[in-house]
């Protein structure tokens, strides 16, 4: 699905999609991680244990991630001139510092657990630990495609750092169920690397999902794709003649655009700003991610023995 694909929603049918796909995650993580925990306790495997707290945290991250699309998608208001999508931002971060607390409080208890097996003290884990891991790869697997399905059509970013929690935990369930089956063939030490597998999986994905934030909240550039997008349009437009300068910013999961366009410089005020307006109405309304593209115009003395000094901004 291509990115303008990705924005043909108004804010009241992305928040009410991401609530919709939020509300099924939620209820499908807290009997997930239930009965993981139940089976990690009964089975004594720690990997299943582990498994269980990192699908806990998958409820909190979707309590956070409706609280961001919430937040996001409420309008403009006097102390928040440019809206609020930067709050979808807030939650990626708080959902990036939950996986690492979550990632390195596995971790810790995978290196205590490898001590004890190499000591002989650490006995291997029942089958229904092998039950559960399957049942939570398939489980978190379709849960993955799912959110990220409805992550890409609404452009949430909150939504689709939930989709990869999803990722994470059905890969922390492979890793689970590979420590599992490799334990109760006699290797027992492998139950808690297996745990120590998984604590480095969710550590890239928290990494990942900071990166992310961070870009959107420093006003990084569009991506290269959407650039070429945006100058095709400006050139397609009738009156442009030159493009002197072009600007984008991501602003959560929206982008604002600056361009500096030349135009003929006998062009009255009126004409001039049609242009600029035609543009600017154009980008916005193909590029649907684009919140506000301002206009300049600059008159094309170079293109022309002499001209008037016309300069509008839309």
Avoid at 70 to 81: G, I, L, Q, T, V
Avoid at 295 to 313: F, R, T, W, Y
Wanted: charged share 20%; aromatic share 6%; with cysteine.
């Amino acid at each position: 699905m291509t990115d303008s694909e990705a924005k043909i929603y108004d804010a009241a049918t992305v928040k009410k999609l991401a609530l919709h796909v939020s509300v099924v995650s939620l209820a499908v993580n807290i009997v997930l991680s239930l009965g993981k925990l139940a089976a990690g306790i009964i089975a004594s495997s720690g990997a299943m244990i582990s498994d269980a707290v990192h699908s806990a945290s998958d409820v909190f991250s979707t309590l956070m991630v409706m609280f961001g699309v919430s937040m996001s998608a409420k309008e403009e208001d006097a102390d928040h001139p440019y809206g609020h999508e930067r709050m979808e931002c807030v939650t990626a971060l708080l959902l990036a510092l939950l996986l690492f607390a979550t990632g390195l409080g596995i971790g810790i208890s995978g290196v205590k657990n490898i001590s004890l097996a190499l000591a002989g003290e650490l006995a291997a884990p029942g089958v229904l630990a092998l039950a559960a891991a399957v049942i939570s790869i398939a489980v978190k697997e379709w849960m993955f495609h799912y959110t990220k399905r409805t992550a890409k059509r609404t452009n949430s970013g909150a939504l689709m750092a939930d989709a990869w929690h999803h990722r994470s935990d059905a890969l922390s369930s492979i890793g689970s169920f590979a420590g599992v089956l490799g334990a109760r063939l006699g290797w027992p030490v492998l139950d808690p690397v297996a745990a120590l597998v998984i604590c480095l999986f969710i550590l890239k994905v928290a990494y990942d999902i900071a990166m992310d934030a961070f870009d959107k909240m420093v006003d990084h550039a569009c991506s290269p794709e959407m650039v070429d997008q945006i100058r095709e349009l400006i050139f397609a437009t009738d009156g442009v003649e030159t493009l002197d300068d072009l600007k984008t910013r991501r602003f959560g999961n929206k982008s604002y655009v600056d361009i500096e366009i030349g135009v003929d410089p006998t062009l009255s005020v009126v004409a001039a700003h049609d242009i600029a307006e035609a543009l600017h109405q154009r980008i916005e309304q193909e590029l649907p991610e684009v919140k506000h593209c301002m206009v300049h115009i600059n008159p094309n003395l170079a293109g022309h023995s002499e001209g008037c000094d016309a300069k509008q901004e839309v």
